[in-house]
């Protein structure tokens, strides 16, 4: 699949932000899909996780509570709503899908950067203090 990240910006401490994945092909709905992030000098961490049928979701420990991944299998699309952002969460935010989800029988959500298979082009988010 292809995917597609947009919504990131220059935001400031406490404020929200909601940053979205659009993803091409048939497979969508059978996907299980997910948000990493970068940031600079560092390794690429997990954020969010959600299943292909959207019933389980995983979260970073630094985001829980503040962060809600979502998906809209009619829209082919993944969603990260952010509040509460710190200068902590600066990163790039990349969009990650495992097509093969529903196929494999995986009804979890996925945390492991190597499960999954495709990956968009990357959304800058900017916390300022």
């Known amino acids: 699949a292809q995917l597609v990240e947009s919504g990131g910006g220059l935001v400031h401490t406490g404020d929200s932000l909601r940053i979205s994945c659009a993803a091409s092909?048939?497979?969508?709905?059978?996907?299980?899909m997910g948000w990493f992030r970068q940031a600079r000098g560092k390794e690429r961490e997990f954020v969010a996780g959600?299943?292909?049928?959207?019933?389980?979701?995983y979260y970073a420990d630094s985001v829980k509570g503040r962060f809600t991944i979502s998906r809209d299998d009619a829209k082919n699309t993944v969603t990260l709503e952010m509040n509460r952002l710190k200068p902590e969460d600066t990163a790039v935010y990349y969009c990650?899908?495992?097509?093969?989800?529903?196929?494999?029988?995986?009804?979890?959500?996925?945390?492991?950067?190597?499960?999954?298979?495709?990956w968009g082009q990357g959304t800058q988010v900017t916390v300022s203090s």
């Open positions: 990650a899908a495992k097509p093969t989800a529903q196929a494999l029988g995986v009804m979890t959500a996925i945390r492991t950067y190597d499960d999954y298979d495709d």
């Open positions: 092909g048939r497979t969508f709905s059978g996907s299980a």
């Open positions: 959600i299943s292909w049928h959207g019933h389980s979701r």
